[in-house]
């Protein structure tokens, strides 16, 4: 493939999630979301699976919500953790989705910026550390792209924030049990 990748002109009156949620579904591929808008190749970096294991690889999601925050989240000036949950569950309508989205407390508001999701080919990844989570370890080039805005992100008011000295744990019992102001 080596060259330019190309944006997908989505010019539909559907959100962009539901349009990735279809080609995930429908086209065995998944997503991943970046501030970036250039990039040819995924590299490998260490990270963190949800489980906690480390791991040195490329990061997608077979969500498009999950990916679209990470678009969005204007990661050059952040400092502190995120802490993000995604769980889908198949039922007799369709997939049923939750979601959990966290900032560190001393973040600004506006914290968002325009973003890209990239297009990946799903039988480079395997699993990782839960169900809407997938790794691949080594680069990897994108099929296409989709530009999207915080506009895109179905929850930017539901973003909650939480103490950075703060156990994991704690964070989403609050967010289970009290109801933000």
């Known amino acids: 493939m080596n060259g330019e990748v190309h944006f997908i002109q989505y010019k539909s009156a559907y959100p962009k999630y539901l349009f990735l949620h279809y080609l995930i579904e429908n086209k065995n591929v ?3 979301g970046s ?20 791991v040195r690889a490329v990061f997608a999601a077979s969500d498009g919500v999950w990916s679209m925050f990470f678009a969005v989240m204007n990661k050059k000036d952040y400092e502190g953790s995120v802490r ?11 997939i049923k989705r939750y979601y959990y989205f966290s900032v560190n407390e001393n973040q600004e508001d506006n914290c968002w910026i325009d973003g890209t999701i990239y297009i990946l080919p799903k ?8 169900k809407d989570e997938w790794v691949c370890e080594s680069t990897i080039e994108p ?5 999207v805005t915080q506009d895109d992100f179905p929850f930017l008011d539901k973003v909650r924030k939480h103490k950075e000295t703060e156990s994991i ?12 102001s």
């Not at 040819?40 to 480390?54: C, I």
């Not at 039988?123 to 839960?130: A, E, P, V």
């Open 30 to 32: 998944l997503v991943h």
């Open 84 to 94: 993000n949950l995604c769980l889908t569950l198949p039922t007799k309508k369709g």
């Open 35 to 54: 501030n970036d808008s250039k990039i040819r190749k995924l590299e490998p970096k260490v990270q963190t699976l949800f489980n906690g294991k480390p």
């Open 143 to 147: 099929i296409s792209k989709l530009s």
């Open 169 to 180: 744990v704690k964070t989403i019992a609050r967010a289970l049990l009290i109801k933000p």
């Open 123 to 130: 039988d480079r990844f395997s699993q990782g550390g839960i």
